[in-house]
């Protein structure tokens, strides 16, 4: 597959085609969309010397338990209707992979659609993500807030700053780019409130949509914090709103539940229910996952508990998606693996011991923690000796992986 680097002075004008004609723009606001292709890696393919199809990523890192790895995120994959069907995305989106973990990127990860696409190129589902809608006057807080600054699209760097500096736990995400974080600034009902440390610092924030409506809902887009303190601070602060705003909608933070800070939840959901006004919350699991590098996702990382020694044959179908000539052909292959203090990975097998059997898919997600290997054993292409798979579960006990950075 031929395929080559964005060049805005040829591609601009098809490729803000292609989001229009996909839904992708409304009112012809391109300014985000511009600034993102133009500060980050991209690359697209042509039909008839026109790009009609583009995937992009940028770097960032994923923590897990406290160790840092570099992450490739694909923030966009977009093909227009003229190139629908053709296996272009997928062969695209396999190459800015093979790319991505070329630069040294040991993860990548996505936002889906829908569910099927992407696990063509080895992604699995990670965790859900819970969304909840509530009225900001039933928050249960015993805390006065100060009163904030107000924050503007101009304060995308130290908004920026203070992203990369929040509470950070298994699984979280941060984007490097900081033109990331000024596209994600730019919805123009878009505003902000937050706190600053003596220096003045920007420590704390809300960043929300919905500015001009007279009763709401606002939706919280970002919450940071670097404490448990702060945390408690912001939400004090969505309480004020109260007085007028009925609803507010936000993404349930890592480490806490929600539900546990309102005023009788189901109560007010019956009462509310099927309004303009719902209280509700549900869960999606909307964000993918795949390793890159075997070898760094394994050694780099330290489990506590008694050391799991085993066979692994993995599959990896995105091998199908990659031209013969590509360096990179995914992650397949038969290993020795020891998962504890000190992980290993070593090529081939040993026939002492017991073998799991699995996709790139499934392993990827027993390994960040999202579903435990006897979960996956029934609902994943992973199979193994029952005593295999209760030995990772008793090892690999870890937090729900939350991305905490939507992309």
Known sequence: ???RTYNPERDKDAVHRIWKETGWIEDDDYESMDLILEHHSVIVADVNDRAECLVESVQADIDYLSRRLLLSVIS???????????????????????????????????????????????????????????????????????????????????????????????????????????????????????????????THLLWMEGLGKDYGPFRINMMVYRTWDQFRELLALVRTF???????????????????????????????????????????????????????CLTEIHLPGKPVRFNLRLTDPVVKY???????????????????????VGAGEEKSLPTLECSVNAFTRLWLGILTAEGLSVSDDFRAPEGLIRRLDNLLRLPAPQPNWMF
């Open 242 to 296: 109260g007085d007028q705003i009925n609803l507010v909608r936000i993404f349930e933070p890592p480490g806490v539940q929600l539900q546990d800070f309102l005023e009788r939840p189901f109560f007010i959901r019956r009462i509310t229910e099927k309004s303009q006004s719902e209280n509700n919350c549900w869960a999606e699991s909307f964000f993918q996952w795949r390793i890159l590098d075997l070898q760094k």
């Open 76 to 202: 966009s994959v977009t093909t227009s209707l003229v190139a629908r069907k053709s296996k272009l995305a997928l062969r695209l989106t396999a190459q800015r992979l093979a790319l991505d973990a070329a630069d040294s990127a040991a993860v990548s990860a996505l936002g889906v659609f829908d569910q099927g696409f992407y696990n063509k190129l080895g992604f699995g589902n990670g965790c859900y993500v819970i969304r909840h809608r509530f009225s900001p006057s039933l928050l249960r807080i015993d805390v006065t807030p100060r009163v904030p600054l107000r924050l503007g699209k101009e304060d995308w760097e130290r908004i920026h700053r203070a992203r990369l500096k929040r509470m950070r736990g298994h699984g979280s995400v941060s984007i490097f780019s900081p033109f990331f974080t000024r596209a994600e600034l730019m919805e123009k009902t878009s505003f902000g409130l937050g706190y600053q440390d003596d220096g003045g610092e920007l």
């Open 322 to 344: 990659l031209d013969s000539g590509t360096p990179w052909r995914g992650v397949g292959g038969e290993y020795t693996v020891t998962l504890g203090e000190e992980c290993s």
């Open 1 to 3: 597959m031929e395929y």
